[in-house]
């Protein structure tokens, strides 16, 4: 097998091996994860799981990213931490409140129908969701579980289905909701307690949040509506492809799609079967008609189609 494999001395000269060896035990952690706890980050974007990574070595003050794999493997708790690490959830009412109001007025004031299918994926502790429930309750839609939220961080969604946000932030979620186009009392939607500001049960009534995992799972169909904003950034260049290919084929045709102000179809081969509603505000309608090309070609799909309830 001698020229196999290359010497010690022929190795490529400037290459740093620290961050090549840092590479290597990134990769294992990330398999480690999946193997041991069927998360799946290994097509997350490299440079942000590896700042994730640094932030809980140095918080929990361990040496190595191999020492952190052989812990995670034996302590859940510490798995649990770094998961949490890895799932950004960062997230608030009406954030970006002219994507809203482009939201209101181009898509949701056009959707008068009963029955309309929106799934908000990756919505973190709901506010994005709630935030659309608001919408559709001010433009007189009726819930009717219109809204699915999910996300793969279970113990976020719990957080979302109680729907309690400290009242320190509703003076900054009144300044969004009014900039988004907000038509009522903000005050409305929710009942002090403490220090707590709770969700009232009529705005809880449009959202029905479930675990879903863009990574791994398929999609649903005849949606009219996706959002899914400050998710896809995380994820690497297949991933993108994948997740894309699950929202094309979980809309229906002339179902819209909004994407994070960072993010777009831009450079995705997915750019051809949408147009643009909102170049700005990254808000785009699926063409008719271009299903079969698209089916089974980059969306591989290992799980079945999901559906919404
Ligand atoms: C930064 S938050 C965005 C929340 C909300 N969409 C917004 O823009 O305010 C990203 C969310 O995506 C979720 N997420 C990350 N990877 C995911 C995956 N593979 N499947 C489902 N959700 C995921 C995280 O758990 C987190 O709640």
Redesign the pocket.
């Known amino acids: 097998m001698s020229g196999s494999k290359p010497s010690l001395e022929s190795r490529p000269a400037g290459v740093d091996q620290c961050v090549i060896s840092e590479d290597i035990e990134l990769s294992n952690l990330l398999e480690a994860i999946y193997r041991r706890y069927s998360y799946d980050f290994r097509a997350y974007s490299r440079d942000s799981v590896a700042r994730r990574v640094q932030y809980r070595l140095s918080m929990s003050q361990i040496a190595s990213i191999s020492e952190l794999q052989y812990r995670i493997l034996h302590d859940e708790s510490l798995a649990d931490l770094l998961l949490k690490d890895l ?6 009412m009406f ?1 970006d409140p002219d994507f809203f109001l482009a939201l209101r007025t181009k898509v949701l004031h056009f959707m008068k129908e009963d029955h309309i299918r929106i799934w908000d ?4 502790s709901g ?2 969701a709630y935030s659309v429930a608001i919408i559709l309750n001010e433009l007189g839609i009726h819930p009717r579980q219109q809204i699915l939220a ?4 279970s113990s ?1 969604l719990d957080k979302a289905k109680q729907g309690i946000f400290p009242l320190g932030r509703m003076s900054s979620y009144i300044k969004n909701y009014l900039a988004a186009g907000g038509e009522d009392e903000f005050s409305e939607y929710y009942n002090s307690a403490y220090d707590g500001a709770i969700i009232k049960r009529k705005l809880k009534d449009y959202v029905h949040f479930a675990y ?4 791994t799972d398929a999609g649903f169909h005849d949606m009219d509506l996706v959002i899914c ?3 896809v950034i ?1 994820f690497d260049r297949d991933l993108h492809e994948r997740v894309f290919g699950l929202f094309y084929e979980s809309l229906r045709d002339g179902g819209y799609l909004c994407l ?1 102000s960072e993010e777009g179809l831009i450079g995705s081969k997915y750019d051809d079967y949408f147009d643009v509603v909102d170049k700005k505000y990254r808000i785009y309608q699926k063409k008719a008609g271009k299903s079969s090309t698209v089916s089974g070609s980059a969306n591989k799909l290992t799980s079945k189609r999901c559906s919404a309830p």
Do not use: P
């Open positions: 799932s950004v959830n960062v997230t608030e954030r994926a990756g919505c973190s506010e994005e999910t996300d793969f961080n976020i879903h995992n863009l990574a904003r400050n998710v995380y994070g």
